[in-house]
């Protein structure tokens, strides 16, 4: 409820954001940004060893967002964004946690989180043509997890998607061109908790074994992202 309740809030604040202006502002253009990017996993999130809970294998994604900016003083803005990310699960992951070396056959599918952010952000002018800014923001982090089904030498496994939140952080630092084209760095993070099943079936002539196992695991989703975008 309290994630829920949370969510809530934020979605809340998005919608009074864009309705209503900032009150006592000396500028009244809002700006509304579109980007893409890549998104590098850091930390327990990128790790490929299996052996470790918390890893989650993630490999190099991508990133597709949206921004509104709405002005409060001179330099200073209140951002609220929606990112979208996807990290396909590392082949390295799945090597470790099967212990085979052989090609893997099938589908790996992929991380998958939304993240609907809201914060403040200050931009200042370094000459007529570029403005650098710096920002962070607190929001929600919704992920659903692989769902890989595929085989890999005498092993094939597979793993039910699931879903889950948490609280996230985002703090970003870039400079923009021309009062239009953006470039930008972007750390985002939240450690969410899952449950899902995971099937393993070992088969070689004469022998098969089939292991079930129920997994509840915080997977913390960090992400470097680095970002081009244009805002109008």
Same mark, same amino acid.
């Given at each position: 409820?309290?994630?829920?309740?949370?969510?809530?809030?934020?979605?809340?604040?998005?919608?009074?954001?864009?309705?209503?202006?900032?009150?006592?502002?000396?500028?009244?253009?809002?700006?509304?940004?579109?980007?893409?990017?890549?998104?590098? =996993?850091?930390?327990?999130?990128?790790?490929?060893?299996?052996?470790?809970?918390?890893?989650?294998?993630?490999?190099?994604?991508?990133?597709?967002?949206?921004?509104?900016?709405?002005?409060?003083?001179?330099?200073?803005?209140? !951002?609220?964004?929606?990112?979208?990310?996807?990290?396909?699960?590392?082949?390295?992951?799945?090597?470790?946690?099967?212990?085979?070396?052989?090609?893997?056959?099938?589908?790996?599918?992929? !991380?998958?989180?939304?993240?609907?952010?809201?914060?403040?952000?200050?931009?200042?002018?370094?000459?007529?043509?570029?403005?650098?800014?710096?920002?962070?923001?607190?929001?929600?982090?919704?992920?659903?997890?692989?769902? =890989?089904?595929?085989?890999?030498?005498?092993?094939?496994?597979?793993?039910?998607?699931?879903?889950?939140?948490?609280?996230?952080?985002?703090?970003?630092?870039?400079?923009?061109?021309?009062?239009?084209?953006?470039?930008?760095?972007?750390?985002?993070?939240?450690? =969410?908790?899952?449950?899902?099943?995971?099937?393993?079936?070992?088969?070689?002539?004469?022998?098969?074994?089939?292991?079930? !196992?129920?997994?509840?695991?915080?997977?913390?989703?960090?992400?470097?992202?680095?970002?081009?975008?244009?805002?109008?």
């Amino acid at each position: 409820m309290v994630r829920i309740s949370l969510a809530l809030a934020v979605v809340g604040l998005i919608v009074l954001l864009i309705s209503e202006p900032a009150m006592g502002q000396t500028e009244s253009k809002i700006d509304f940004g579109i980007n893409v990017g890549l998104a590098l =996993p850091n930390g327990d999130f990128g790790s490929t060893n299996a052996n470790s809970d918390n890893s989650g294998g993630a490999a190099t994604g991508f990133s597709v967002g949206a921004d509104v900016g709405v002005p409060v003083a001179k330099g200073l803005s209140w !951002w609220t964004s929606f990112y979208f990310v996807s990290n396909a699960l590392s082949e390295d992951y799945v090597k470790s946690a099967t212990g085979e070396t052989s090609a893997i056959t099938g589908e790996l599918s992929s !991380w998958t989180t939304i993240w609907p952010m809201t914060g403040i952000r200050y931009a200042a002018a370094v000459s007529d043509q570029i403005d650098l800014f710096g920002g962070a923001q607190v929001g929600m982090l919704f992920g659903t997890t692989p769902e =890989p089904s595929a085989t890999q030498g005498p092993v094939r496994f597979s793993a039910e998607s699931a879903s889950s939140s948490a609280v996230a952080f985002s703090f970003t630092g870039g400079l923009i061109l021309n009062d239009r084209f953006t470039g930008s760095i972007r750390y985002m993070t939240g450690q =969410p908790t899952y449950k899902y099943k995971v099937t393993t079936v070992y088969s070689v002539p004469g022998f098969t074994s089939t292991t079930y !196992w129920n997994r509840e695991v915080d997977h913390p989703a960090s992400l470097l992202q680095f970002v081009v975008g244009v805002q109008f």
